[in-house]
T-cell receptor, first 113, second 114 residues
Framework: DVKVTQSSRYLVKRTGEKVFLECVQDMDHENMFWYRQDPGLGLRLIYFSYDVKMKEKGDIPEGYSVSREKKERFSLILESASTNQTSMYLC????????????FGDGTRLSIL | AQSVTQPDIHITVSEGASLELRCNYSYGATPYLFWYVQSPGQGLQLLLKYFSGDTLVQGIKGFEAEFKRSQSSFNLRKPSVHWSDAAEYFCAVGALNAGNMLTFGGGTRLMVKP
């Protein structure tokens, strides 16, 4: 069974801090995604990666960056956290070859004070 | 551009009653459609998916959904709701290659009365 692990379930940071959210998957999936989830807005795609060192902007990339140095790990970076980035962040992975939908981690609830 | 609309933000049903959650989509090509469920504090779990073929698809936990191309809808149904079904439900539409680049609806929060 696919396992997508997000390093923190809850995180509290201060405005202006640099924040790292980590995601690891154990199924050798090529594609990985970062979403943020806000009430009434569903999930919105921040960034995705289709291979190591490759990244593409999603719908709301402003204020975020990502890093994919290894296939199993996809990091989301808030360069200078702001209060409007308080949200639930979800990571997902997907394999182009197994014709299965995206698999999600349990999420990180991030609060920026 | 693709979009997904879930018209009902909140729904409350009594335990044992039937359930239908609405989903309408806008997509330029053949859509791949999904329903996910999110229990409190958890990530998203896939309930069911539609790729092609029979327009009535069965999922886990007794859920089913019907794809109606003419109405651009993919409504989720369950004949008898259990208290454990209380959660948030998301409809999503994706590209032809099996769910890549999903677009999600805003979600419907289901509450179940005893």
């Amino acid at each position: 069974d696919v396992k997508v692990t997000q390093s923190s379930r809850y995180l509290v940071k201060r405005t202006g801090e640099k924040v790292f959210l980590e995601c690891v998957q154990d199924m050798d999936h090529e594609n990985m995604f970062w979403y943020r989830q806000d009430p009434g807005l569903g999930l919105r795609l921040i960034y995705f990666s289709y291979d190591v060192k490759m990244k593409e902007k999603g719908d709301i990339p402003e204020g975020y960056s990502v890093s994919r140095e290894k296939k199993e790990r996809f990091s989301l970076i808030l360069e200078s956290a702001s209060t409007n980035q308080t949200s639930m962040y979800l990571c997902a992975s997907y394999s182009r070859t197994d014709n299965q939908p995206q698999h999600f981690g349990d999420g990180t609830r991030l609060s920026i004070l | 551009a693709q979009s997904v609309t879930q018209p009902d933000i909140h729904i409350t049903v009594s335990e044992g009653a039937s359930l239908e959650l609405r989903c309408n989509y806008s997509y330029g090509a053949t859509p791949y459609l999904f329903w996910y469920v999110q229990s409190p504090g958890q990530g998203l779990q896939l309930l069911l998916k539609y790729f092609s073929g029979d327009t009535l698809v069965q999922g886990i936990k007794g859920f089913e959904a019907e794809f109606k191309r003419s109405q651009s809808s993919f409504n989720l149904r369950k004949p008898s709701v259990h208290w454990s079904d209380a959660a948030e439900y998301f409809c999503a539409v994706g590209a032809l290659n099996a769910g890549n680049m999903l677009t999600f609806g805003g979600g419907t929060r289901l509450m179940v009365k005893p």
